[in-house]
């Protein structure tokens, strides 16, 4: 049984003070909260030692927005898996469209992140998705395949139960344009094919598989309802706790 992951994506938002504000909300309203799914805040790095201590104690799983592969070394700015790990953190966003656009993040780079993730024990959420271009052309699923092909280039199946993908229309990120829950199903189910063509049967029907595109409280209940989708990455709408919370009870 999959296990529905509602997670938020913070962005380059919330000073300290404001992240413990928010978390505290989530994690009072996560003590009562029993229904069966995952609840992750993805913050910005300078918040999430912070982040921990007030969610240690709560349902709640702690994420990070990007990772450098290496443990160590000469990469200034940079934070390495070992860093997240040392904080606790649970999950790390992998190429997430922001950082493939204006951070020029490959497929290549994904890859190594992955597996760095991986073997430090953080369980990476790959992101996936074509722009507008690419769907204009209708080039959406090879667009996902390549990237998800690519990205898991080397990644053993036993790997998987701590993977997660999210299919995230670059389109819908961040322009209130959501894709109809129709058109994120059939991505999302294309993308267990292609994992079920590069490990198996089995491996593609427990992969969790979220998705993400202007996800609010209104919309959330019709794009859970599909079959293939297994929760949802949520950006502009995790930042108020009221709205996301709309959004984890959907
Ligand atoms: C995201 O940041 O991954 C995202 C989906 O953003 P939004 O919900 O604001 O579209």
Redesign the pocket.
């Known amino acids: 049984m999959r296990v529905p992951l509602i997670a938020g ?1 913070w ?1 380059m938002n919330n000073t300290i003070e404001e992240s413990l504000y928010l978390a505290k909300s989530l994690a009072e309203f996560s003590k009562s909260f029993n229904k069966d799914r995952e609840i992750l805040i993805c913050a910005p790095f300078t918040a999430l030692y912070a982040l921990k201590t007030v969610l240690k104690s709560s349902k709640i799983k702690l994420g990070a927005q990007n990772m450098h592969y290496e443990e160590s070394g000469a990469y200034t700015g940079e934070i390495s898996p070992l860093m997240l790990k040392d904080i606790g953190v649970d999950y790390v966003l992998i190429g ?1 469209s922001e950082r493939r656009q204006y951070f020029n993040e490959n497929d290549e780079l994904l890859n190594k992140k992955l597996k760095a993730a991986l073997k430090h024990g953080i369980k990476p959420i790959l992101c996936v998705g074509e722009t507008l271009e690419q769907r204009e052309a209708n080039v959406e699923k090879e667009t996902v395949k390549t990237q998800i092909v690519k990205s898991l280039c080397g990644i053993d199946a036993d790997c998987f139960k701590n993977i997660v993908i999210a299919y ?1 229309p670059v389109w ?3 322009t209130g344009k959501t894709a109809s829950s129709d058109q994120a199903n059939e991505i999302i189910s294309y993308i267990r094919n292609v994992i079920k063509e590069l490990y198996d049967e089995e491996i593609s029907e427990n992969v969790i598989i979220q998705y ?4 609010k409280g209104s919309n959330a209940a019709e794009i859970m309802a599909k079959p293939d989708i297994d929760g949802a ?5 995790s930042l108020k706790a009221e709205e996301f919370i709309n959004i984890i009870n959907y």
């Open positions: 994506n962005k997430h995230e819908a990120i961040g993400g595109g202007s996800v990455l949520v950006g502009g709408a």
